[in-house]
């Protein structure tokens, strides 16, 4: 019997992962993306050293580093620029495998170039938005319509169709129409890039800088800028607008378009000797604010021969680099139960339970602010600042804390590298 014929929803960074580790495993998926013109949108992304060693697998990570930074070094500072904590990160911290900032544009184009390369030009399909599937005993019929158009599209059967089509994803609401919309924060986000002169903090670094109410947080992600001694940066500006777990106040997305002006005045005390963020937002210009969201973990993510993957499965709160890595982790699950399980449904039965489990912990743990937990206790312990940040955290205390995020996330070196 032959390799089943697999039918991916949404052209994302998950979907086009999971193209390429299922082509390198001897299948031919075909990927159905809802827009009709492929742009390289959005900000910046982390490629965490567990995502960096299934980009070598298939064999991509020498692009993506060709187009990102190889992230050296992360920081915590308190909400006065006062440095609370510092560790090496990626290969400098030996790890086998980098950890990179990149371009989320950057990152995307690299991953559609290779699965074209790969699996051929008409491997993505564009303008066919999935609205519903039925399914027969050995078949699944995946209806689409052209979101340009509206106009419906023929049916695709394939054996297996998987869901990669996002927070908003057609395939989880079908399978829990009363789900609603996705749980807020209260926390808004507004994401910038802008040219440097001169890298922050010497370059390869990322930083959180504030409490869980009001920080930023920051990293370089272009090589081409550091190769001429410039810095393109990314940054985030976040403050706490609302309560935990009401509504969004907005359909989040990475496109709405906003001005510095509608959060320069909560940072207007952030002027530290090493960054001026009121300065940084004025010479930013412009913002895509987006609301902190995420979901609450599903019983089942798996009907017959559908399933999901990546933020159709598990959104969740951007803390700690982990969503677009926890999507490559999905892929290097599913193609696995896929090659060892001869039935199709035995085998997105087997994926699920590997990493339902998995994912519900690391959203757990992005609630609880775990990866930035040192902040918040920075804060209560010291809130007008300290003359040793030992005496306020202990590095026991601080290691602790981070390894345990590591561990859920399963970025853990020790984990990682058995």
């Not at 609401?173 to 890039?193: K, L, Q, S």
């Amino acid at each position: 019997m032959g390799k089943p014929d697999i039918l991916i929803a949404g052209g994302g960074i998950a979907g086009l992962t999971l193209a390429l580790a299922l082509h390198e495993a001897g299948y031919q998926p075909r990927v159905f993306e809802a827009v009709a013109n492929l742009a390289e949108l959005g900000v910046g992304i982390n490629v965490l050293p567990h995502a960096a060693k299934e980009y070598e697998r298939l064999g991509v990570l020498d692009a993506l580093l060709a187009e990102g930074v190889e992230l050296e070094r992360y920081m915590w500072f308190n909400r006065h620029g006062q440095e609370i904590w510092s560790e090496t990160r990626g290969r400098k911290a030996g790890y086998q495998w980098p950890q990179v900032s990149i371009h989320r544009g950057s990152f995307h184009r690299v991953l559609t170039d290779a699965v074209r390369a790969r699996l051929g030009d008409d491997a993505i399909v564009l303008d066919h938005q999935l609205t519903g599937y039925t399914e027969s005993p050995h078949k699944v019929s995946a209806q689409f319509v052209s979101r340009s158009s509206g106009a419906r599209r023929d049916a695709v059967e394939c054996d297996v169709l998987i869901g990669a089509d996002g927070i908003h994803s057609t395939l989880r609401r079908g399978f829990y129409p009363d789900e609603g919309a996705p749980r807020w924060a209260g926390n808004m986000m507004w994401r910038m890039t802008v040219d440097l002169p001169a890298p922050i903090l010497g370059g390869s670094t990322m930083f959180s800088a504030g409490t869980g109410e009001c920080k930023v947080v920051g990293y370089e992600i272009s090589a081409a800028a550091k190769r001429q001694g410039r810095s393109l940066f990314n940054w985030i500006a976040e403050v706490k607008l609302g309560e935990d777990g009401a509504t969004p106040p907005e359909r989040e997305d990475w496109n709405r378009v906003a001005g510095v002006d509608e959060f320069i005045d909560y940072f207007r005390d952030f002027k530290f000797d090493w960054l001026d963020v009121p300065a940084l937002a004025r010479a930013s210009g412009q913002a895509f604010a987006f609301p902190m969201v995420d979901r609450d973990p599903l019983p089942r993510w798996t009907r017959g021969r559908v399933t999901l993957l990546g933020d159709a499965a598990h959104p969740m709160w951007p803390i700690g680099s982990n969503g677009a890595s926890q999507g490559v982790l999905d892929c290097r699950a599913l193609v696995d139960a896929l090659q060892n399980y001869a039935d199709a449904r035995e085998a997105l039965l087997a994926y699920e339970a590997v990493r339902l489990p998995a994912t519900a912990a690391v959203v757990t743990a992005n609630r609880s602010r775990a990866h930035d937990e040192v902040l918040d206790l920075c804060e209560a312990r010291a809130p007008q600042g300290f003359s040793d940040a030992r005496a306020v955290l202990s590095a026991e205390e601080i290691e602790a804390s981070l390894a345990r995020y590591k561990q859920t996330a399963q970025f853990d070196k020790r984990q990682l590298q058995a």
